[in-house]
């Protein structure tokens, strides 16, 4: 049996993925490569990297932007409304409760064999 490599690309100031389990960094390897269920239902897309996805230079991290501004990819929700959107998108996606994405990180030059990496 043969595993699925998938190719994602983040941005290089990423933080690493955590161990599963571990808190949160805001690595994005998970939404980069897998649109979690409210994202696609609201962008009706089954595969990475999520639309609402959002780089922060500032904090060197990704963050979800249906958590972080709701109004923003839902236009038709009231603004008043964004608390309570931001609790339904936190308790259905698991935010907060640690990294649930089994991924296995490789990066681009460790996948390369050594014999075949440039000098």
Known sequence: ??????????????????????????????????????????????????????????AKRYFCGLLDDPAQYMCWLPRRWNAAAIGFFTCRIAAGTGCDCSAEVVSPAASVPSDKRQS
């Open 1 to 58: 049996m043969t595993d699925k490599i998938q190719t994602i690309t983040l941005i290089a100031e990423a933080p690493p993925k955590p161990a599963f389990g571990a808190p949160c960094n805001g690595c994005g390897v998970c939404c980069t490569a897998e649109t979690c269920p409210w994202a696609v239902l609201l962008f009706r897309q089954r595969r990475g990297p999520c639309p609402a996805l959002i780089w922060n230079e500032e």
